[in-house]
């Protein structure tokens, strides 16, 4: 058992906790001098990622420089934007790491630091997934914002009511009103960016009555489900499907007809290139199973000779 203060221990478990990243001030409090420091460097058992913080001998890895632009930043600094996002599984590794600190810095090659007062959260301390959806949503398409917050809400990283008191917090969101809708659509069970595209530009554009998302008729969720009318309607995220999965869709298909259920498929050509064709003949199919109902025209069926809805 080490003794209760060391300072090799110290320094090995610090470096190991912050992915073989230290910063000057540190090796000052172990006790390690500026000499020393030098030395290791020279002898190339250290390398000085950047001034002012150093890495023991190893490859770069995207954590190392994490905890570099932390180090460089202050004790209150927190990781933000597709950092967070990336620390939260949410989002691949960014190049530029952003940093949130109420220190004022200049900008360094691969690191860019915000001033701003944030609350962290984990070992490595970004912020939290709420905040951070919020943070992404200016910089995200509308397509891209969905995927990042359905994903957030399938694996149950945070919760509608939480990305909504968020938003209250913030009077001057950024895009405050495509984030609303995309928080409405996920509290609907929205999952995906096709979804998405269906819900607003389809369903709720035309007046269709509000499906079931993700319901399991005993062969596998399905994207939309009329309950009442008993209609169907899968979305396809890829246009062209082969092998294995082209044969699931074509069976569960196969059997949702056996069961009197109406299946229709719709992918991205489809539901972004024409909704209004779609919303037409997901109309008709609800129609024909004893929907009362009247689809609306939309905007862009008004502006499009021949459309039937």
């Given at each position: 058992m080490p003794p209760a203060w060391s300072p090799t221990y110290d320094f090995l478990a610090l470096t190991r906790a912050q992915s073989g990243v230290i910063s000057r001030a540190q090796c000052q409090l172990l006790g390690i001098s500026t000499s020393t420091v030098r030395r290791l460097i020279d002898r190339g058992w250290w390398a000085s990622l950047v001034p002012g913080v150093y890495q023991l001998s190893g490859e770069?890895?995207?954590l190392a420089r994490a905890w570099?632009?932390?180090l460089m930043a202050g004790p209150d600094a927190v990781l933000g934007g597709e950092a967070a996002a990336h620390l939260h599984g949410l989002r691949p590794e960014p190049f530029e790491i952003t940093v949130y600190s109420r220190a004022q810095l200049v900008r360094v090659p691969g690191w860019r630091f915000i001033r701003s007062q944030r609350q962290g959260v984990g070992a490595l301390p970004r912020t939290r997934v709420a905040e951070t959806i919020l943070d992404l949503a200016g910089d995200l398409r509308a397509e891209e914002l969905l995927a990042v917050m359905a994903d957030a809400l399938v694996r149950r990283r945070?919760?509608?009511e939480r990305l909504r008191m968020a938003l209250a917090d913030r009077p001057w969101q950024r895009q405050r009103a495509l984030v609303a809708e995309v928080i409405g659509q996920t509290k609907r069970g929205v999952r995906s960016p096709l979804e998405g595209r269906y819900d607003r530009d389809v369903e709720v554009a035309h007046g269709l009555p509000v499906g079931t998302r993700q319901k399991s008729l005993g062969h596998g969720d399905s994207d939309v489900l009329y309950e009442a009318e008993?209609?169907?309607?899968?979305?396809?995220?890829r246009e062209f499907h082969s092998g294995s999965r082209l044969v699931r869709d074509r069976e569960r298909d196969?059997?949702?007809l056996l069961l009197g259920v109406t299946p229709l498929r719709f992918g991205w050509i489809e539901v972004a290139g024409d909704p209004c064709r779609v919303a037409t003949l997901v109309a008709g199919a609800l129609t024909a199973a004893g929907w009362t109902g009247?689809?609306?025209p939309?905007?862009?069926c008004r502006r499009?000779?021949?459309k039937s809805v």
């Open positions: 770069t890895t995207w570099a632009g932390i945070v919760t509608p008993r209609v169907i309607v899968e979305l396809d995220g196969n059997q949702h009247v689809p609306t939309c905007p862009r499009v000779v021949g």
